[in-house]
């Protein structure tokens, strides 16, 4: 499953050069990936209130464009790989006509009392599993 957010670029996620600073693309890709996670029906508070903790462990990101003050941009979320205790998540920011301005990998594990531990099942939506991913089936319940 994949999944778009929109934003538009404000005037204080701009540096001196006019662009959207570098810094401001990982604000972008957490933005997507709450949404997706909202839009997914994956009860994030619950899991923090049972006292697990989703921690992002890598991200690898790719600039490719610029983008600027009050361009309209997408974030895209797509699940790629899932474990039972961790995954990765692929995003793209994206301006409206489709120019790519950055890409990221960005890996997640599941914590609780700071260490790794598997995510309870009651919290295994299907939008957490890569679509090619036949576990889906037998897992979401």
């Not at 949404?35 to 994956?42: A, M, R, S, T, V």
């Not at 309870?120 to 939008?127: H, L, N, S, T």
Request: glycine share 6%.
């Amino acid at each position: 499953m994949k999944y778009s957010s929109p934003l538009v670029v404000r005037t204080y996620e701009c540096d001196s050069y006019g662009h959207v600073n570098n810094a401001v693309y990982l604000n972008y890709l957490e933005y997507g990936r709450m949404e997706y996670l909202h839009q997914i029906g994956f009860d994030y508070k619950g899991l923090v209130a049972d006292g697990y903790y989703l921690y992002i462990t890598h991200i690898d990101i790719k600039y490719k464009s610029s983008a600027y003050l009050d361009d309209r941009l997408f974030v895209d979320v797509e699940p790629v790989k899932l474990n039972i205790i961790s995954g990765t998540f692929r995003q793209t920011v994206r301006k409206e006509d489709g120019t790519i301005c950055a890409t990221a990998d960005v890996t997640w594990a599941s914590v609780k009392t700071g260490r790794p531990a598997r995510i309870p099942d009651k919290f295994m939506v299907e939008g957490l599993y890569p679509d090619d991913d036949a576990r889906k089936d037998e897992k979401v319940r």
